[in-house]
């Protein structure tokens, strides 16, 4: 059975950083797209960052700049490094994989930005 495993999450100030970790296991992780989701209270699921195969990026539009997505094959673990964040990054951040008409899923972690 396939697990993601999200880590990293927690409370910071705005202007602060935090970096999630997704540790995969039970996949063939270097050929899955990989990415990060979020949802905040009330709102959609939405697209933060995603890292293909081949480790092109794209982001959301209201994280380019800020966040910064990465993968390592030998560890089987895609990360999400988020910098200068805001209040409205608060969220359940998801971790995804996907390959083809595959999709699994991390059971989320909390992200809160307050001071």
């Known amino acids: 059975q396939v697990q993601l495993v999200e880590s990293g999450g927690g409370l910071v100030q705005p202007g602060g950083s935090l970096r999630l970790s997704c540790a995969a296991s039970?996949?063939?992780?270097?050929?899955?797209?990989m990415g990060w989701y979020r949802q905040a209270p009330g709102k959609q699921r939405e697209s933060v960052a995603v890292?293909?195969?081949?480790?092109?990026?794209n982001y959301g539009d209201s994280v380019k700049g800020r966040f910064t997505i990465s993968r390592d094959n030998t560890k089987n673990t895609v990360y999400l490094q988020m910098n200068s964040l805001i209040p409205e990054d608060t969220a359940v951040y998801y971790c995804?994989?996907?390959?083809?008409?595959?999709?699994?899923w991390g059971q989320g972690t909390q992200v809160t930005v307050s001071s």
């Open positions: 995804n994989a996907h390959l083809v008409s595959l999709d699994y």
């Open positions: 039970r996949i063939g992780f270097s050929v899955y797209d």
């Open positions: 890292i293909n195969s081949g480790g092109s990026t």
